[in-house]
């Protein structure tokens, strides 16, 4: 075993480690206990820590200030673009069409069903074996009845990148909305929202070394809004209740951090992910990568291990002192692949013996040794019980 003083953490998707700049400064704020709302100086020094952060988070993705509101992540986020379709167009409307991606996270996906609910039409379009959005489907899905295109920048389970200025392009082409979850690619590729132009987008601060429960959603100047949370004129009535004050200053640290990051996940992160790919590849027989293609993040590596389970996998790394993910859908007993693998068309049976991989900027080359230490072995055992089991099943 690992020793497990030295725990591997190959989660980065999922969550990453707060930044110790990002605790220092949180630790700080605890002695700040104004209500940002409030007009007297204990609030007015809340407040304009409150103010600092949005700039920075604002400076990331080259925004103005007043385009940005925190909220309570990108769930949140992306909940509350979807309720402004919600809000302000009409299922028997001229504009009662919504296009999004096939691979988008749920946050995306079960708002988009609602709206269907509501007797909106969904579009959710197919990808190619990449993981990347075919634009000759966007071209037919979209018309003057869609109100919103919602594709996500950077995929979580496989990495993929879409190409955002030219969905963008289409989608303003037609007078639709563009929203863009950014929460994957934030940190990770240079995001410039200008260049890209989106009308929306969402961002989360635990993917950048910030706290969980935190994030912004972007809103162009002049595009339509509708607040999800009422009941407060906080955020210029954009989103109501009192703001979650140490969170916030913590993602305007991670923010400022993260500027820097993308040149640092292609120069060193990068390396190390394509080096845990190929001897993947070279000494493991019967995988498929699913992360693939060029248009991929610096840090995501998504592998199936055909015979082999991705939960035994993953809790046997585990055991190894190793933590990554499953890229199969198992929480809550439900056994369902991915639908991101099933929309790159990845073999069901395989897609249930699949993991991600996701490196964090403390990741080393002597980590890929380690994984390397322990997984061949673990995937022999994990298919030598499966054959068994097989046969035992087979001479029922
Ligand atoms: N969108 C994507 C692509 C994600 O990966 C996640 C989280 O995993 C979310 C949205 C949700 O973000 P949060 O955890 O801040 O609610």
Same mark, same amino acid.
Do not use: W
């Given at each position: 075993m690992?020793?497990?003083?030295?725990?591997?953490?190959?989660?980065?998707?999922? /969550?990453?480690k707060?930044?110790?700049?990002v605790?220092?400064?949180m630790?700080?704020a605890?002695?700040?206990?104004?209500?940002?709302s409030?007009?007297h100086?204990e609030?007015r020094?809340?407040?304009?820590?409150?103010?600092?952060s949005?700039?920075n988070?604002?400076?990331?993705?080259?925004?103005?200030?007043?385009e940005?509101?925190?909220?309570?992540g990108?769930?949140?986020?992306?909940? /509350?673009?979807?309720n402004?379709?919600?809000?302000?167009?009409?299922p028997?409307?001229?504009?009662?069409?919504i296009?999004?991606?096939?691979?988008e996270h749920?946050?995306v996906?079960?708002?988009?069903?609602?709206?269907a609910?509501?007797?909106?039409?969904?579009?959710?379009?197919?990808?190619?074996?990449?993981?990347?959005?075919?634009?000759?489907e966007?071209?037919?899905?979209?018309?003057?009845?869609?109100?919103?295109?919602?594709?996500?920048?950077?995929?979580?389970e496989?990495?993929?990148?879409?190409?955002?200025?030219?969905i963008?392009?289409?989608?303003?082409?037609?007078?639709?909305?563009m929203?863009?979850?950014?929460?994957?690619a934030?940190?990770?590729?240079?995001?410039?929202?200008?260049?890209l132009?989106?009308d929306?987008a969402?961002?989360?601060?635990h993917?950048?070394?910030?706290?969980?429960?935190?994030?912004?959603?972007?809103?162009?100047?002049?595009?339509?809004?509708s607040?999800?949370?009422?009941g407060?004129?906080q955020c210029?009535?954009?989103?109501?209740?009192?703001?979650?004050l140490?969170g916030?200053?913590?993602?305007g640290?991670?923010?400022?951090?993260?500027?820097t990051?993308?040149?640092?996940?292609?120069d060193? $992160?990068k390396?190390?992910?394509?080096?845990?790919?190929?001897? $993947?590849?070279?000494n493991i027989?019967?995988?498929?990568?699913?992360?693939?293609?060029?248009? $991929?993040?610096?840090n995501i590596?998504?592998v199936?291990?055909?015979?082999a389970?991705?939960?035994?996998?993953?809790?046997?790394?585990?055991?190894?002192?190793?933590?990554?993910s499953?890229?199969s859908a198992?929480?809550?007993?439900?056994?369902k692949p991915?639908?991101?693998?099933m929309a790159?068309?990845?073999d069901?049976e395989?897609?249930?013996?699949?993991?991600?991989?996701?490196?964090?900027?403390?990741?080393?080359?002597q980590?890929?040794? /380690?994984?390397?230490?322990?997984?061949?072995?673990?995937?022999?055992?994990?298919?030598?019980?499966?054959t068994?089991?097989?046969?035992?099943?087979?001479g029922?």
């Amino acid at each position: 075993m690992n020793n497990m003083n030295k725990r591997i953490y190959l989660d980065n998707s999922a /969550t990453t480690k707060l930044d110790d700049d990002v605790k220092a400064a949180m630790i700080q704020a605890l002695n700040v206990f104004g209500n940002p709302s409030s007009l007297h100086r204990e609030g007015r020094m809340a407040n304009n820590l409150i103010c600092e952060s949005r700039k920075n988070v604002a400076k990331l993705i080259n925004a103005q200030e007043n385009e940005v509101f925190f909220t309570s992540g990108g769930t949140e986020s992306n909940n /509350t673009v979807f309720n402004i379709i919600l809000k302000s167009f009409k299922p028997d409307g001229d504009r009662n069409e919504i296009i999004v991606s096939s691979i988008e996270h749920p946050s995306v996906l079960e708002p988009a069903g609602q709206l269907a609910r509501q007797g909106f039409k969904v579009h959710y379009l197919p990808v190619n074996k990449e993981g990347i959005v075919k634009i000759d489907e966007l071209k037919s899905a979209i018309s003057h009845r869609t109100a919103l295109v919602s594709i996500m920048a950077a995929n979580n389970e496989i990495g993929s990148l879409q190409n955002i200025a030219e969905i963008t392009k289409i989608a303003h082409a037609n007078e639709a909305l563009m929203h863009t979850d950014a929460v994957q690619a934030i940190g990770k590729i240079p995001f410039d929202i200008k260049q890209l132009d989106v009308d929306y987008a969402s961002i989360s601060a635990h993917k950048i070394g910030g706290a969980k429960g935190v994030g912004a959603l972007f809103v162009k100047n002049n595009a339509i809004y509708s607040p999800l949370m009422l009941g407060g004129h906080q955020c210029g009535g954009r989103r109501a209740g009192t703001q979650n004050l140490i969170g916030i200053i913590g993602f305007g640290q991670a923010a400022k951090k993260a500027a820097t990051t993308p040149k640092i996940y292609l120069d060193k $992160i990068k390396p190390i992910r394509d080096r845990l790919g190929n001897l $993947i590849s070279a000494n493991i027989p019967n995988i498929v990568i699913n992360s693939r293609g060029e248009n $991929i993040l610096p840090n995501i590596l998504n592998v199936s291990f055909a015979g082999a389970e991705g939960e035994s996998i993953l809790l046997k790394l585990d055991y190894a002192g190793i933590a990554v993910s499953t890229g199969s859908a198992c929480a809550s007993g439900d056994t369902k692949p991915s639908h991101i693998l099933m929309a790159i068309k990845a073999d069901p049976e395989l897609a249930h013996g699949s993991i991600r991989f996701s490196f964090g900027l403390e990741n080393t080359s002597q980590d890929v040794d /380690t994984v390397m230490k322990y997984l061949p072995e673990i995937i022999k055992d994990l298919r030598e019980i499966s054959t068994i089991s097989s046969e035992v099943n087979n001479g029922r």
